[in-house]
């Protein structure tokens, strides 16, 4: 298997290149021809994985996760977080803190070296995650139930169905119509779990990961897989038998794509488990907040109650903020970025866009009525520290762009109105 590493808008080509860099690397002619084809599917589902320049060039776009190719070739893509040269580990570690507390997921093992010991991609650590939990939920004990099976035998078991076995033909009638109830694992959360193990199984090239997965099978050999995911993770059991399943289902609905990464967050096709970083770094912007924001303080995501404009028939343009925080009876509307401006480049605007700036303004004027604060929150790095001077869009609605440290999950700044 063929490894190459890089990060977010790399781009990739088939001849040599500089060794040791993250933003340009060289693939097999065979991998770079599947991906072509990969860019003009995710093209016609709305979303850019990968851009032609010229005819021996692709860039990446801004999903980060693994790519398998058919050859064997495995891309990991990792975030951009800071402008210049980074390391492997240090840009893997950014990424899981990311998902961790942007899904929501229930981690084993995180302490300051777990990740940095774990020399493979952020696919690995899922699997590898997934197969903890899994071994410690088999160590405890899957939860049996009772269902009913209807089948044809030669003895009599539970109850008879009297009509079936009155249109049996003259020489089946030695053979039994029952119906009776099964006592085993075979219970839709068991199958959802036996479905994602499988194929984990199939993915993994972890020697460990192989070996407690393979070894996890024998333990589940007797349960089926399921049929109808998305169905099963609906009903999916939360009552009070069913608590110590709790962790593992988060790994369960993220390895059987339950999650889209063109509506959510993540989707694994085929060997493939990619995330646009777009909604990564809003997840965990939201998460910061809401482990931040003191008691008494509400958030709501999405809010979409407001529109640009309207016309006597019809409303137009539906405007979105990311994030709304009420507190003490004052609104305060943020809105997150994943992009790395410069804080020292005051000539350039910081490499502010003007029309995040336009979009700002028209929340403001909807959501606050004109009046109040709001806030854009970008990744902290080595060229934005602090705070950028505040900024007026008149004498009573203002912006703050303040940074986001990731590693702490921490902003500069404050985010509440009338502090």
Known sequence: MNLVTVREHARLTTGPVVAGSLD??????????????????????????????GRRWLRLDNYVGVLESPCGTRIEILPKHVRGDTDVPTARRVLVQMLCHGLRLPVRDTGPTALQTFNAPVSEWIIQQFLQELDVLVRRGLRFDYHPVEEELRFLRGRLQVARQLRQPAGRQHLFQVEHQVFDANRLENRLIATALDKVARMTREPGNWRLAHELEHQLVEV?????????????SSDRLMSHYGRIRPWCELILGDRNPLSVLGEWTGRSLLFPMEKVFESYVEACLRRHLPPGATLKTQAASEWLCRTPTRRMFQLKPDFIVEFEGERFVVDAKWKLIDGTAVESNYG???????QLFAYGQRYLQGRGRMALIYPMNLEFKVPLDRFSFNDQLMLDVLPLDLASGRWVGDVLPGR
Do not use: T
Request: hydrophobic residues 40%.
């Open 224 to 236: 089926r897989h399921s049929s109808n995911v998305v169905g099963d993770i609906r009903r999916w």
């Open 24 to 53: 340009e690397a060289s693939i097999p002619s065979s991998a770079f021809d599947w991906l072509c084809g990969e860019a003009q599917r995710f093209r016609s589902g709305g979303a850019a994985l990968v851009q032609l320049e």
């Open 352 to 358: 502010l866009a003007q029309a995040d700036f336009y």
